[in-house]
Nanobody, 124 residues
Framework: QVQLVESGGGLVQAGGSLRLSCAVS????????MGWFRQTPGKEREFVAA????????YYADSVKGRFTISRDNAKNTMYLQMNSLKSEDTAVYYC?????????????????WGQGTQVTVSS
């Protein structure tokens, strides 16, 4: 089994920055890809960014490209999401997720493990 715990959320003004962390424990060797998703009330959970655990190759949703950076530190079993130039529309609960299967994916149903989420609120 794999456990994911997010941290780093909070309240920030528009234009500001936050860094989210996702600590991974358990059978970390079984994880091929990790990602960040976000969800606002009444909406579907949406893909934000993902990274291949071994190579560090990453990809992003168009809405965050150029502002957010995903990274991982395998020695610390931690994934990060650096969020810059935050906008009010970035307000959401952010979830980290991990999948066992190889292959890039933006679909939440392909991820096997999820964290509990961390709230990010951007005030305008």
């Amino acid at each position: 089994q794999v456990q994911l715990v997010e941290s780093g959320g909070g309240l920030v003004q528009a234009g500001g920055s936050l860094r989210l962390s996702c600590a991974v424990s358990g059978r970390t060797s079984s994880i091929a890809h990790m990602g960040w998703f976000r969800q606002t009330p009444g909406k579907e959970r949406e893909f934000v960014a993902a990274i291949t655990r071994s190579s560090g190759n990453s990809y992003y949703a168009d809405s965050v490209k150029g502002r957010f950076t995903i990274s991982r530190d395998n020695a610390k079993n931690t994934m990060y999401l650096q969020m810059n130039s935050l906008k009010s529309e970035d307000t959401a609960v952010y979830y980290c997720a991990a999948k066992r299967a190889w292959g890039t994916s933006v679909a939440e149903n392909e991820y096997n493990y999820w964290g509990q989420g961390t709230q990010v609120t951007v005030s305008s």
